[in-house]
C-alpha cells in the first residue's frame, strides 16, 4: 500500500503534452488553454477519489449547495457530507445541484503535492524562470449543471480539467469588471463571491468549453465565473504566489485598509520605491496587531447534510434534529 504521507522515487512522465511559444508568451497576461495528462493518472480515478473522500479531513473540505444556472439569486450554503462513504458523496453530487472543494490537497496527501511540484517545475521550465512558492491545490468535484458565481481570486490561478465538461468566462482584468476597490475587499474581508455581476459582462468574455485533459490559466485577478455542462465534473484547482503577486497583495491590503479605516483615498498601486514600502510595513503592522480579524466576516454556518438514503436530496440540520 502507498503511503501518501511519504514522497514518491518514480519518474513521472510529463504533465503538459503540448506546451508551445504562444503559451510561453501569453503566461500571465492573457487566457491560455493548455493540454494535461492529470485525467489518466490513476489518483484521479473515481475509485481513488472515493478513497480520498473517505478519509478526508473536516477542516479541509467544504460542501456547498448552490442556486441554478441562469437564476438572478445568489444562493450559497455550506453543507456536512453527514459520515457517507467517497462513493456514496460522488453519487450524491451527480444527483445533486452542488460541489464538494477538497482544499489543501497538496498538504493532505503527499501524493498530489508531487504532482503540484511536478506542474510548477515544468511551468517555471517553459516560462523561463518562472519562481513560485505557497503552492496549493484542491479537488473540486461537482454536479451536473452546477455553477460557481462571477468572482476573483488573489493568488496566482489555474483550472485543470479531470472528468466532465464544463464552460469557463474569463473577463477584462480592468474596470468595471475588476476594479482596486474589489481587490482590496477581498483581501480585508476575505469573501471572493460578493463582487457585482451583471449579465452584459458575458460580451466581454473570453469563453472556453474544456473537457478532461485541458487546462486553463488566466492573468492575475482576471474575474471568472464556470458553469458545468449536463455532466458529473471534476476539476484540480492551483493557486501560488510569485514576488509581484505578493506585492500586489501587499498593496491591495495597505490600500484597503487606508480607504474603508482610515477614510482616504489612495491613488497609487505601486508595487516599488519608498511608498510601496512604507504601505508594506504599515499593512504588515495592522496584521500582526490582528486588527484585521475584526473586520472579516464570521465563518458561514453548515446549514445541512447530505441524506444517506436518497442521493443528491439535502437535509436541513434543523429538520434532521426534529
Not at 161 to 168: A, L, N, S
Not at 268 to 280: D, N, Q
Not at 288 to 298: E, P, S, T
Request: a neutral charge; proline letters at 6%; hydrophobic letters at 35%.
Amino acid at each position: 500500500m502507498i503511503d501518501p504521507t511519504q514522497p514518491q522515487t518514480t519518474a513521472a512522465a510529463p504533465i503538459f503534452t503540448d506546451w508551445q511559444s504562444e503559451h510561453t508568451r501569453d503566461w500571465g497576461h492573457a487566457p491560455i488553454r493548455l493540454s494535461h495528462r492529470l485525467h489518466q493518472h490513476p489518483l484521479f480515478s473515481f475509485d481513488a477519489l472515493s478513497d480520498l473522500i473517505d478519509g478526508y479531513p473536516r477542516e479541509h473540505y467544504a460542501l456547498v449547495h448552490m442556486g441554478a444556472q441562469g437564476s438572478a439569486r445568489r444562493t450559497w450554503r455550506e453543507g456536512d457530507i453527514g459520515g457517507l462513504s467517497g462513493h456514496k458523496v460522488i453519487e450524491a453530487i451527480q444527483n445533486g445541484r452542488m460541489w464538494l472543494n477538497l482544499r489543501n490537497v497538496a498538504q493532505v496527501d503527499h501524493r498530489y503535492r508531487d504532482l503540484l511540484d511536478q506542474m510548477f517545475t515544468e511551468v517555471r521550465d517553459n516560462v523561463g524562470g518562472y519562481e513560485t512558492y505557497g503552492r496549493t491545490s484542491g479537488i473540486l468535484i461537482s454536479s451536473p449543471n452546477a455553477q460557481v458565481y462571477y468572482h476573483i481570486d488573489l493568488p496566482g490561478q489555474s483550472l485543470a480539467q479531470i472528468h466532465g465538461k464544463k464552460r469557463v468566462y474569463v473577463y477584462p482584468d480592468k474596470p468595471p469588471f475588476l476594479t482596486p476597490e474589489q481587490l482590496e475587499g477581498i483581501a480585508l474581508y476575505e469573501v471572493e463571491v460578493d463582487v457585482p455581476y451583471e449579465a452584459w459582462y458575458d460580451e466581454h468574455a473570453k469563453v472556453f468549453e474544456i473537457a478532461g485533459g485541458d487546462m486553463l490559466h488566466w492573468p492575475l485577478n482576471a474575474p471568472h465565473r464556470v458553469e458545468n455542462l449536463e455532466c458529473l465534473n471534476v476539476s484540480m484547482t492551483t493557486e501560488y504566489w510569485t514576488e509581484d503577486i505578493r506585492r500586489n497583495q501587499m498593496i491591495n491590503m495597505a490600500n484597503g485598509i487606508l480607504r474603508q479605516k482610515a477614510g482616504l483615498q489612495p491613488r497609487s498601486r505601486a508595487t516599488s520605491g519608498a511608498g510601496f514600502w512604507a504601505k508594506a510595513a504599515f499593512q504588515a503592522g495592522v496584521r500582526r496587531a490582528g486588527l484585521l480579524k475584526q473586520m472579516r466576516k464570521a465563518k458561514r454556518p453548515i446549514e445541512f447534510r447530505l441524506d444517506d438514503t436518497t442521493p443528491g436530496r439535502i437535509i436541513e440540520l434543523r429538520e434532521a434534529a426534529e
